[in-house]
Nanobody, 113 residues
Framework: VQLQASGGGLVQTGGSLRLSCHTSGLAFSLHSMAWFRQAPGQQREFVASIRKGDDTRIADSVKGRFSISRDGNANTIYLQMNNPKPEDTAVYYC????????WGQGTLVTVSS
């Protein structure tokens, strides 16, 4: 199983960014998927998840600003980041919602004020 996150970069507060995570070697339609993030010196934390029925759960810290979606045809999940804040700066990773898959390298998001 491979998880390839992409789309990170430098974004200003008030801007937007969309992250993608392409999966391969995974029965994508059977898995609930999620985004996590890890800021420097901090533990990895949950950001958002989406079930195979498209039910979503969003962390309180990003609720109303971030959304998660999935494309079953492309075996890809997305994280739409609207109005990011400097405290959203982190490396963003995707994984199964239960974090049972091998972690990919993530994608770095840097938010400037």
């Amino acid at each position: 199983v491979q998880l390839q996150a992409s789309g990170g970069g430098l974004v200003q507060t008030g801007g937007s960014l969309r992250l993608s995570c392409h999966t391969s070697g995974l029965a994508f339609s059977l898995h609930s998927m999620a985004w996590f993030r890890q800021a420097p010196g901090q533990q990895r934390e949950f950001v958002a998840s989406i079930r195979k029925g498209d039910d979503t759960r969003i962390a309180d810290s990003v609720k109303g600003r971030f959304s998660i979606s999935r494309d079953g045809n492309a075996n890809t999940i997305y994280l739409q980041m609207n109005n990011p804040k400097p405290e959203d700066t982190a490396v963003y990773y995707c994984n199964g919602a239960k974090q049972t898959l091998s972690w990919g390298q993530g994608t770095l998001v840097t938010v400037s004020s």
